[in-house]
């Protein structure tokens, strides 16, 4: 029997810190565990990622923390995640994250099925441009997956906790999600280091859900290496098939660069119709 992971058991009014009170626990993993809190000094609801109690002297989960603070220092774009300030030395080293109103992809996905395409493409264009952006500040995110993408206007790439400069994220393996790594990521004895190509992988296997409401690839181990994507939907514009498969290459070179996916389906989301919101157009 595996043992869960310790906790701080915040509950709701609990101090973090004397600045940050406890709202509601958000989710966590092996080193963190991430809580809504009132913050005294922005006033107003953020997120903290904060290390667990039995990892806080250990010098990898801090280690990782540190990496995560940098990124956000370095990143600065609408799509992407801010942070708003750290304490790394403390008893409960943590890092203060904006609060995104809105839902994750993944849960619309599993709650509600495909996304249309009004919902499908602006989400890619924007996660594109993302992309492009880390690419020219020579960084890669490493974990792009419906989970890190927080659906609104834009839509918002979360967790940096993986994200590295290139030199560094071109020597790591298997970093990552597993059913959403790129086959550099989980083998690049074989297909080379991982980089920006690795993110456009990532952001093609969201999408492709986003537009199916299933994997496009699924099984144990990682399927990515040998077998072909799934089947899209016969509905699928064809210009959105054409992007999506070409990054789901499995040869990073053979990828488009993340501004190619934007021009791509910059013209589909234009012969969209147009949606009154408020007394305003949309689209």
């Known amino acids: 029997m595996v043992a869960s992971p310790a906790s701080w058991c915040f509950a709701e009014g609990d101090p973090i810190t004397a600045e940050l009170t406890a709202v509601r626990r958000l989710g966590g993993g092996s080193a963190y565990e991430a809580y809504l809190a009132f913050d005294e000094v922005t006033y107003a609801p953020v997120v903290v990622k904060v290390v667990r109690p039995d990892q806080v002297a250990d010098e990898h989960a801090l280690r990782g923390l540190v990496r995560e603070v940098q990124a956000l220092a370095t990143v600065n774009h609408p799509v992407v995640v801010r942070g708003l300030r750290h304490d790394l030395t403390s008893g409960r080293p943590h890092v ?10 993944s849960t619309l996905v599993r709650r509600y099925g495909p996304l249309q395409e009004q919902q499908y493409l ?6 594109a441009s993302a992309l492009h952006y880390l690419r020219r500040l020579g960084w890669a995110h490493l974990d792009v997956k419906p989970s890190n993408v927080i659906m609104g206007a834009p839509a918002r790439l979360i967790d940096l906790s993986v994200a590295r400069p290139l030199a560094d994220a071109a020597r790591t393996r298997l970093i990552g999600t597993d059913a959403y790594m790129s086959p550099e990521q989980a083998d690049p004895d074989r297909y080379g280091g991982p980089g920006p190509a690795s993110d456009v992988w990532g952001v093609c296997a969201t999408v492709f859900e986003a537009v199916a409401g299933y994997r496009a690839f699924d099984g144990p181990g990682f399927p990515q290496l040998d ?9 699928t514009p064809a210009e959105v098939v054409k992007i999506l498969y070409a990054g789901l290459e499995r040869r990073p070179a053979d990828r488009p660069l993340p501004h190619e996916v934007a021009e791509a389906l910059e013209p589909v989301l234009d012969r969209q119709p147009a949606v009154r919101l408020g007394g305003f157009e949309t689209r």
């Open 96 to 105: 203060v994250l904006e609060h995104i109103d809105g839902p994750r992809l």
């Open 227 to 235: 077998e072909e994507p799934f089947e899209l939907p016969e509905r």
């Open 122 to 127: 602006p989400l890619a264009i924007e996660l």
